[in-house]
């Protein structure tokens, strides 16, 4: 049977946000340093 | 059977300075998370990029103390990728991004127009070789050219500007480019890009 729907068939499928991208935000957290100075919070990357 | 830690408690550890918490969490919701913006954007990098975004902010505002816990972390992540995926639409719109196919790139109808650092080093090396060629002409010469190269300027205003006839200042032009190429041929010299 000729099939009907087809445009939004990738909706459905499950995605997952691949390992190198976790890695990354790993080290993004890791690298992040927040510093509060007179009430005012700097971000700072420590890489 | 394996005891699962709550996010609360995750949460909480991250905030403490446990990283390995964090990435419990991510991957614990890696996937709800990316299937749902998927579901919006149907594009997989788009959806890397976002889900990057989501938790880069949710990393931040934890980081900084900004994270009331009520218990809700799954909707509050989902929250902020559903911003973010709104956002990428309100970019597209303003933006539209076209993407070639393998029949056809875009990139052969329209092009940079302007050199690369190779080339613009190399059109500033002629460019100052020239102009050294130039002073080298005869002042009358050299004022004629410099006006009518440099400056853009008729046979006519450069015959009013100079005091001489046109047909003067038109020979003044044909010696200096006659000079020029004499100079250039001289010495060997190759002026191309």
Known sequence: MEKIYSDNQNACKLAKACPETVQFLMNYSKSLNIVTYNNIQFENNLN | ?193
């Open chain 2, 1 to 193: 059977m394996e005891l699962q830690i709550d996010d609360s408690v995750l949460v909480k550890n991250y905030i403490n300075g446990e990283e390995k918490a964090l990435e419990v969490l991510i991957n614990r919701h890696n996937q709800r998370i990316s299937s749902f913006i998927y579901s919006k954007v149907l594009d997989r990098d788009i959806t890397e990029d976002i889900f990057q975004d989501t938790f880069i902010k949710v990393i931040k505002t934890l980081r900084k103390g900004s994270y009331s816990e009520e218990g809700k972390f799954l909707p509050w992540v989902m929250r902020i990728a559903h911003n973010l995926v709104i956002d990428h639409f309100r970019k597209n719109k303003r933006m539209p991004m076209f993407e070639g196919s393998d029949d056809f790139n875009i990139f052969s109808v329209i092009g940079d127009d302007q050199l690369n650092v190779e080339k613009q080093i190399i059109k500033d090396q002629i460019d100052s070789d020239l102009n050294l060629l130039i002073e080298e002409l005869p002042e009358d010469q050299k004022e004629v050219l410099m006006m009518r190269i440099y400056r853009d300027m008729s046979f006519k205003e450069i015959s009013e500007n100079t005091g001489v006839s046109i047909n003067t200042a038109l020979g003044r032009m044909r010696y200096a480019l006659i000079n020029l190429r004499k100079v250039i041929e001289k010495n060997n010299i190759v002026l191309t890009n």
